[in-house]
């Protein structure tokens, strides 16, 4: 059964800091998703990588996948209290649409 | 930006309660699932439904859990005898083939 693993589970960074939070899975997928979500809120989409080498990227946030070595990366770059959020990774069983998430990151941004 | 809507928001119930969540997909969607998240904690896949059908199915997904699709919009999830371990924030999502799952609000069940 596929598992996913993030780390770190909670960061605490300050303002203009640059952060990389890791996301392993146990099993051939190919394709990862990173989800962002706000307390209480929906999980809204942020990247969809979809082969190995993909480099995407938004506004202060990077995303990479390496499916060989089984290894998403999200990449904060200079980070704003607004990127305050929880971050899941996700990827799904291979041959079938079920994401199994990760643990989650809840990222806290200091001024 | 169409999007996936779920109702009620918030539903209190009595331990033993049947509830009906509900969710309308996004319209030319053909992928439809249910995930719940405990207070905390990750999110947890449930079911998925495809060409009027349960495609897949988790564990935690037992026989006091169903999935219907009744008019071709609607997507609901009954639970025939609510637990207190039920209690959790309960997201709806759509997908068309393999975009990614685009997600509801979220129904927040409490059983008390």
């Known amino acids: 059964e596929l598992k996913v693993e993030q780390n770190p589970l909670f960061l605490s960074m300050q303002e203009g800091k640059n952060y990389t939070i890791y996301c392993n899975y146990s099993t051939t997928s190919d394709r990862l998703y990173w989800y962002r979500q706000d307390p209480g809120k929906s999980l809204e989409s942020l990247f969809v990588l979809l082969s190995n080498g993909a480099v995407k990227q938004e506004g202060r946030l990077m995303a990479s996948l390496d499916t060989k070595a089984r290894l998403s990366t999200l990449h904060i770059t200079a980070a704003v209290h607004d990127l305050s959020a929880t971050y899941f990774c996700a990827a799904p069983n291979f041959g079938n649409e079920k994401l199994t998430f990760g643990t989650g990151t809840r990222l806290t941004i200091i001024p | 930006e169409p999007e996936v809507t779920q109702t009620p928001s918030h539903q209190v119930t009595q331990m033993g309660q049947e509830v009906i969540l509900r969710c309308v997909p996004i319209?030319?969607?053909?992928?439809f699932y249910w995930y719940r998240q405990i207070l905390g904690q990750k999110v947890e896949f449930l079911v998925s439904f495809y060409n009027n059908e349960i495609s897949e199915k988790s564990e935690i997904f037992d026989d006091q859990f169903s999935v219907e699709r009744p008019d071709g919009s609607n997507f609901t999830l009954k639970i025939r005898s609510t637990k207190l371990e039920d209690s959790a924030m309960y997201f709806c999502a759509s997908s068309d083939d393999r975009a990614p799952l685009h997600f509801g609000n979220g129904t927040r069940l409490t059983v008390t």
């Open positions: 319209s030319n969607h053909l992928y």
